[in-house]
């Protein structure tokens, strides 16, 4: 039997952790959005700033920092990478 891939709300990985998109549980105009800012299947992300008051994060994506509400990143399903891992800073 295969392990169960961890995952969690994007908005719930540490700054300082990458995780790896599984899902996104967006419809229409904010699922294109969010797939046009690179956000798809696979992608590596890291939260790098929280607001002061927790919202919104800047997640470092493909090379560039973009911000996300909570109440958005919490609808993507990530799996998080370890720490010092091989993988790309951004893929």
Do not use: C, F, N
């Amino acid at each position: 039997m295969e392990p169960i891939e961890k995952t969690l709300p994007l908005d719930e990985l540490p700054v300082g952790q990458r995780g790896r998109v599984i899902t996104l549980d967006l419809e229409g105009a904010l699922r294109r959005r969010i797939q046009d800012l690179g956000l798809i299947d696979r992608t590596v992300i890291e939260p790098v700033h929280r607001g002061s008051a927790g919202d919104p994060t800047a997640y470092l994506i493909r090379g560039a920092v973009v911000a996300l509400r909570r109440r958005d990143a919490h609808r993507i399903r990530i799996q998080p990478l370890p720490e010092g891992g091989a993988e790309a800073r951004w893929d």
